[in-house]
C-alpha cells in the first residue's frame, strides 16, 4: 500500500500565478482534506471533498479551490498566488463509513514557495 | 466550534528523561482528540487518538496521553525520551459525529532532546 501521495514535492511560483497541486488517496480511502501549514504554525484545514464535491470548506478565500475525481484522487488550485500562500500544503485521505469514525492519513506533502 | 491551544511552544529536556506536552481544548460539541509528530520536512503521523473508552490511551514509541473532560486537556507523555523524539507535535480536535470531519490543530510543540 503506497499510503497518501502528492505531487509535486517541491514548486516555486511568482505572484500573480495559479498552481495545481495533487493528491492521490490511500487505497480504500474515499474522502480527501487539505490542510496549509505556514512555517512554524499548525496545519490549518482549507476544505474537504467527499463524492466529487466540497463537504466542508475552512475560512479560506474563493482563490482555493478544488476537484475530486472518480477514482477519488484530487486537486488543489490556487489563482493569484500571494506571498502568504507559501506554505506546505497537505494532503488527508480518509475512509467516510456509514457509521464510526474515518481516521485522517496524511501525505507528505507539497512545499510551496511564492516569490 | 472548536480551538486547540497547545501550551509551550518549545520543551527541551534531556535525553532519558520524562516529558509531558500540554493541550486544552474548547468545543461546543463532544469531540475526539489526536495527537500527530511532525518530523523534519516530512508530513503528519498520528500518535494516538482518544474515540471513546477509556481516558487513558496509548500510542506508538511509548508515548500516552490522558482525556481529562472536566479540564478539558489532553496532555502528551513519555516517561523516558530519546533523541529520535526531537520533533514537533501537534494536538487536534474534530467534532464526535460520524464521517471524516476536519481537524483542528494546535500551534504545536517542538520537543529538543538533549544528550
Known amino acids: 500500500d503506497a499510503g497518501v501521495t502528492q505531487s509535486p514535492t517541491h514548486l516555486i511560483k511568482t505572484r500573480g500565478q495559479q498552481v495545481t497541486l495533487r493528491c492521490s488517496p490511500k487505497?480504500?480511502?474515499?474522502?480527501v482534506s487539505w490542510y496549509q501549514q505556514a512555517l512554524g504554525q499548525g496545519p490549518q484545514f482549507i476544505f474537504q471533498?467527499?463524492?466529487?464535491?466540497?463537504?466542508q470548506r475552512g475560512n479560506f478565500p474563493d482563490r482555493f479551490s478544488g476537484h475530486q475525481f472518480p477514482n477519488y484522487s484530487s486537486e488543489l488550485n490556487v489563482n493569484a498566488l500571494l506571498l502568504g500562500d507559501s506554505a506546505l500544503y497537505l494532503c488527508?485521505?480518509?475512509?467516510?463509513?456509514?457509521?464510526?469514525?474515518?481516521?485522517?492519513?496524511f501525505g507528505p506533502g507539497t512545499r510551496l514557495t511564492v516569490t | 466550534a472548536q480551538s486547540v491551544t497547545q501550551l509551550d511552544s518549545q520543551v527541551p529536556v534531556f535525553e532519558e528523561a520524562p516529558v509531558e506536552l500540554r493541550c486544552n481544548y474548547s468545543s461546543s460539541v463532544s469531540v475526539y482528540l489526536f495527537w500527530y509528530v511532525q518530523y523534519p520536512n516530512q508530513g503528519l503521523q498520528l500518535l494516538l487518538k482518544?474515540?471513546?473508552?477509556?481516558?487513558l490511551v496509548k500510542g506508538i514509541n511509548g508515548f500516552e496521553a490522558e482525556f481529562n473532560k472536566s479540564q478539558t486537556s489532553f496532555h502528551l507523555r513519555k516517561p523516558s525520551v530519546h533523541i529520535s523524539d526531537t520533533a514537533e507535535y501537534f494536538c487536534a480536535v474534530s467534532a464526535r459525529i460520524q464521517g471524516a470531519q476536519k481537524l483542528v490543530f494546535g500551534q504545536g510543540t517542538r520537543l529538543t532532546i538533549n544528550p
Open positions: 487505497s480504500g480511502h474515499d474522502t
Open positions: 482518544y474515540l471513546s473508552g477509556s481516558t
Open positions: 471533498y467527499y463524492e466529487e464535491e466540497e463537504r
Open positions: 488527508a485521505s480518509s475512509f467516510t463509513a456509514g457509521t464510526g469514525f474515518g481516521e485522517q492519513y
